[in-house]
């Protein structure tokens, strides 16, 4: 058997399973298109999700922008600001990236978020409350 | 006929990804082979632990964009350090090296142990 063949034929098909359809995705999703709404599902709340690999990660918001990222044992600052009436933004290792945000109609405390520049969406849940925290560096947003 | 299609995209996988992968890297790629293996290409792989499938494609850019068989997107930042240990930050970094192994597929390491199993390396984005 030409395995690689196989797998190309496999990839292919791969390729073409269909997603959510939209109407589908709203029957589950509500967008969340409230600037006070956002800023209370990031003011001192803990994320909990888990990453392309299925590995855990945590965040922790502050009400004021700052955030510690802990993933694999490591720490990782990011702030997050909100922006216009549907988007928070962050900055992180991989850069500034701003979001739109989601909540399950029927499961409390569990959101997704989709990156505005290519629509990759990341489940998560929101708990309220994060410890004490000090990162430095931290990254700044400019005026 | 979704399930039927999605049964036989896993069951062609597991086949490739049956044969077992080696414990450490002992002839790791170098940094020059791994830019050359994955810049501007898409790999479709399988996740060692949890046995998820994907396919990771590698943008000039340094970012990158995954694709996993449950239908979730994420993407990230990817560089290669001179020693031709390979990194992807996300929420955070993970760092490991490449291995080519006798079939013709490649191990993926991760903090010193297999991660992922490379089954086949193809030019440009397909997803």
Not at chain 1, 51 to 79: C, I, K, N, S
């Amino acid at each position: 058997m030409n395995l690689g063949r196989v797998a190309i034929l496999a990839s292919a098909l791969f390729a073409f399973s269909a997603p959510p359809t939209l109407a589908q995705d709203a029957k589950v999703w509500v967008d969340i298109k409230d600037p006070q709404e956002l800023r209370a599902l990031y003011s001192n709340k803990t994320f909990k999700g888990k990453d392309w690999m299925d590995r855990p990660w945590v965040g922790h918001y502050r009400a004021d922008g700052q955030r510690a990222m802990l993933f694999e044992g490591g720490r990782y600052p990011r702030t997050w600001q909100v922006k216009g009436d549907d988007q928070v933004c962050v900055k992180a290792l991989t850069g500034p990236a701003c979001y739109r945000f989601q909540r399950h109609r029927t499961k409390p405390g569990v959101y997704r978020n989709i990156n505005v520049a290519n629509n990759n969406m990341v489940e998560f849940m929101v708990e309220d409350g994060v410890p004490k925290f000090q990162l430095q560096p931290s990254f700044t947003w400019a005026t | 006929m979704g399930n039927l299609k999605h049964t036989l995209v896993i069951a062609t996988y597991a086949a490739l990804a049956a044969s077992s992968s080696p414990v450490s890297a002992e002839n790791p790629l170098s940094l020059a082979e791994v830019k050359t293996l994955i810049t501007a290409n898409t790999v479709y792989m399988q996740n060692l632990e949890n046995k998820l499938f994907l396919r990771m494609h590698y943008e000039p850019s340094g970012q990158f964009v995954v694709l996993r068989d449950d239908g979730a997107r994420y993407d990230g930042l990817w560089s290669v350090r001179a020693d031709g240990t390979l990194c992807v930050i996300a929420q955070g970094e993970i760092c490991g090296k490449i291995q080519k192994n006798s079939d013709g597929t490649y191990t993926r390491f991760v903090g010193g142990a297999p991660a992922f199993k490379w089954l086949t390396v193809t030019p440009g984005k397909d997803f």
